[in-house]
Every structure is written in structure tokens, then in C-alpha cells.
């Protein structure tokens, strides 16, 4: 089960008398089940199906196991009762879909497909689909009941219409090697997408990987627990809705624009974001890792390159630990930034870290309690640590070089650490404008806000 995760902002500088903001969040996602099930895919052959694929649609309407073999110009359609499982082996087949989807669920309590080891399958289509009922089919492989893929097998697809995958329910992913070129999204589950491990080579037009239920409370969310992903979206690299989970694997993401997109991010959330380990090679021509709500990084490497923001939440963000290396036009941007440990490198064009107000559920402040952050800065108008509201250093090192450290609208206060600008240590954290007073227009008196306008000024 997801650890039910709070994001707190340490209370160090209580033991320093400073003024810090304590505040509080609870995860909204915490009823979200992240658990793999201990789900035994084997199968016994001579109690299977054995299927030759030819020239006509295949139906199967039962519960059972059926192993399929050869070349199909046409449809796998599943129609079973909805508290049964069926069971889709593929072995070596090539599936010519044409105009129409290539395996397609339309109703069953589960269904698994496995991909035996050794074995390459192909599923692709054509640019134009007919449909054969009311459901709108816009993926290769198409399913409305759960859909797990499973096996260390390999698995090609290629679509001209839209997606590679697509379950209307949960889909889980457990090993194989994916290799998906799609003019839509690569794989989407609507209510999850759950990964345990695999390899996967995805190109897309639209999300490579995505869940995107917002009606359904506790859905709506993907989760990585390993695998080994390349990723080359026209539109996001992994987007949820409500909560985007990885707890290991390599990634290497890049995004470009092209199609119909108009966010292209690495990684997004409408909600929250939890990293906890792995290792991240992002290129982004837009934000690298993007929540609309918060996110929490506890560790793992990463190396991103990005023309905006490296890391942007609206809310806040928190890194406990980690290893990161930024290169972007603003390093971090949040309305709250916490740093509690971690070797951070960040080389920017305008601030390397800005909090700025975009959230009411906090006050626009920049607290670090530990770690080793080294910023540069571009020339002109740019500053280490912008704040619209207060600096907190209580611990950790900083080393900052540029023409401008620090901005801060409210108060600073250097509790704890080593503070080095421009190769000398000082105890002083300067002031790039000082306009701003506790409780005056445009800066925070430290504490959460309440009410009023969330958007604050950004220097």
C-alpha cells in the first residue's frame, strides 16, 4: 500500500529561533492503491486454447487461456462475461488490424495478455477506423474490463490512428520489452497504470504514458516501481491526473512540439508528484518535472535539461535527498521551496530558485535546512534564491555565483549553514531590492496566507 505520505516543512529552525513557516498538507492521494498483486500468470498448455489466426476476426466468449499463433488481417475481439478472465498468449504473431483496432475488450473481469519469452509480436493499423459498435475503439489494443501485460517477451506496435494501449479500466504492466510508435498516446489507463518493470521504447504524438480520470476519486494515477523507459513524446512524457509515483528505473525523456499538444513536460500531475528513487535524463522544451499541486523528491539522480522551469509546483516543493543537476531558464520555482538534502547543481538563465506565489496554501518562502546547492546565474536581472515572501537558511551549503544572490520581499535569516557568493563565504544575506515589508503589498509576513489575491510578483 502507498505509505501515507504528509508533506511537513521541518521544524529545524524551531531548535534556531527562527521564524519559518510550519505548514501542513495531507496527500490527497492516499486511498490509492500502489500495490502490485502476487498474481500467478502461468498457464498449462495442454489445458489451453490453441488458436491459428488467419484471415477472419477472432471471438472468444468464455473464460479460458488461449494461446495465439500466426498472422491475422483482422480483430482478437473478447467478449466474455464480466465475472470471468481470459487469458491472451501470444506466441510470434503478427496482427494487420487495417481499420480497426488489433485486440479489442469489450467486456471481461480481467484480462491478461502474456508475452512468452523469446517470443515478437506485431500489432498495426491504418489511418482510418470503422467502428463495429458504440464504443468510440481508438487504440491498437483496446480493452473496457482491467488489462494486465505480462511476460518477458517482445511486443511491437505501430498505429497511424491513435493509441498503442488503452484500458477504460486499470492497466498493469509486468516485464516485457514495448516498442510503440503511435500518432496518439503510447499507453494509457484511465483509471491507473501500474509498472512493475519491462522495457519500453515509446514515441508518441500525444502522452507517451498517461491516467487521466478526474471524476473518480483515488484514480486517476500512474505508478512506476521500475522498468527501463525512452521516451520521445510530441506532448507530455508521463502525465496523471492526481498522483504520478516512481520508486525506481531509468528514464530517458525528451519532448519536442508537434501535433495537436500544447503542455510538454517530462513529467506532470494535475495534483502531486512523489519521486523516490531512479535515475532521470530529461530534455524538455518545456517545464522538466511539473505538478499543479506538489511534489516531493526523496532521492534518485537526475539531469535535466530544460528551456523553462527545471522543477515547477504550483504548491510546494520539497527535496529530502537526491542528486540533481539542472539546467534550465529558472532551476526550481514554487510558491514554497524546501531543501532538506541533497547535492543540487543548477546553472539558469533568469533565478535559480523562485518562490513565487501561485498556491494559497502556502507563503511564497525558500527554506533550506540541508543539502549542497550550487547555483549559477546568467547575466542581468537574475538572482540565486528569489523569494516573494522570506529566506530561511538554517543549514547545508550554498554556493551561489552571480551578479545578484538573493531577493526577498519579507525577512531573511541566516540560521545555520555555510552561505559562499562568489567564491567567499559570508554570514550576510543581501538584499537585490529590499522593497518589501512584512504585511506590505507584495510580501509575505511568513506565515500561510488567508484569502485575497494567490498571485504574488516575480522579480
Not at 75 to 95: C, F, G, P, R, Y
Not at 334 to 359: C, E, K, L, V
Amino acid at each position: 500500500m502507498m505509505k501515507r505520505m504528509m508533506i511537513l516543512l521541518l521544524t529545524l529552525c524551531l531548535l534556531t529561533g527562527c521564524n519559518a513557516v510550519i505548514s501542513e498538507q495531507t496527500s490527497a492521494t492516499e486511498d490509492m492503491d500502489l500495490d502490485f498483486k502476487k498474481e500467478d500468470y502461468s498457464y498449462e498448455l495442454n489445458g489451453s486454447t490453441y488458436i491459428q489466426l488467419g484471415n477472419e476476426d477472432i471471438r472468444i466468449t468464455e473464460a479460458g487461456t488461449y494461446i495465439l499463433e500466426g498472422t491475422l488481417n483482422g480483430t482478437v475481439i473478447v467478449e466474455a462475461s464480466k465475472d470471468e478472465k481470459v487469458q491472451l498468449v501470444l506466441n510470434h504473431i503478427e496482427i494487420n488490424a487495417g481499420d480497426f483496432a488489433g485486440i479489442y475488450v469489450i467486456e471481461a473481469d480481467e484480462v491478461i495478455i502474456s508475452l512468452p519469452e523469446g517470443s515478437v509480436n506485431r500489432i498495426s493499423d491504418s489511418s482510418i477506423y470503422s467502428q463495429i459498435d458504440e464504443n468510440d475503439v481508438d487504440a491498437l489494443i483496446y480493452s473496457k474490463a482491467d488489462l494486465t501485460i505480462e511476460g518477458s517477451g517482445t511486443l511491437y506496435l505501430s498505429s497511424e490512428y491513435n493509441h498503442g494501449i488503452v484500458s477504460k479500466d486499470d492497466l498493469i504492466i509486468d516485464g516485457g520489452t514495448y516498442v510503440i510508435d503511435v500518432a496518439g498516446k503510447a499507453i494509457r489507463g484511465k483509471d491507473c497504470v501500474k509498472i512493475a518493470k519491462g522495457t519500453f521504447d515509446l514515441t508518441s504524438l500525444k502522452d507517451a504514458i498517461s491516467s487521466d480520470n478526474e471524476e473518480d476519486e483515488g484514480r486517476g494515477y500512474v505508478y512506476i516501481s521500475d522498468g527501463d523507459f525512452t521516451i520521445q513524446s510530441s506532448a507530455d512524457g508521463i502525465y496523471a491526473y492526481r498522483l504520478l509515483q516512481i520508486d525506481g528505473g531509468t528514464f530517458d525523456i525528451t519532448t519536442v512540439k508537434g501535433g495537436s499538444a500544447d503542455s510538454f513536460k517530462a513529467l506532470k500531475s494535475e495534483m502531486e508528484i512523489v519521486l523516490n528513487d531512479g535515475s532521470y535524463t530529461i530534455k524538455t522544451i518545456d517545464d522538466g518535472i511539473h505538478s499543479d499541486g506538489d511534489i516531493l523528491i526523496t532521492g534518485g539522480n537526475y539531469e535535466i535539461d530544460s528551456s523553462d522551469d527545471g522543477i515547477h509546483a504550483d504548491g510546494k516543493v520539497q527535496i529530502d535527498n537526491g542528486t540533481l543537476n539542472i539546467k534550465a531558464r529558472e532551476g526550481i520555482e514554487a510558491t514554497y521551496i524546501q531543501i532538506n538534502d541533497g547535492t543540487i547543481s543548477i546553472s539558469a538563465s533568469d533565478d535559480g530558485m523562485n518562490a513565487a506565489r501561485q498556491s494559497s496554501s502556502y507563503a511564497s518562502n525558500i527554506e533550506i535546512n540541508g543539502g549542497y546547492i550550487t547555483i549559477v546565474m546568467g547575466q542581468g536581472d537574475t538572482d540565486g534564491l528569489d523569494a516573494n515572501g522570506s529566506i530561511y537558511i538554517n543549514g547545508g551549503t550554498l554556493d551561489i555565483t552571480g551578479q545578484f544572490p538573493f531577493d526577498y520581499d519579507s525577512t531573511a535569516e541566516h540560521n545555520g549553514g555555510t552561505i559562499i557568493v562568489n567564491g567567499v563565504e559570508t554570514e550576510e544575506i543581501t538584499n537585490q531590492f529590499g522593497n518589501g515589508f512584512p504585511g506590505m503589498p507584495g510580501g509575505d509576513s511568513g506565515g500561510p496566507p488567508e484569502g485575497g489575491n494567490p498571485f504574488g510578483g516575480n522579480h
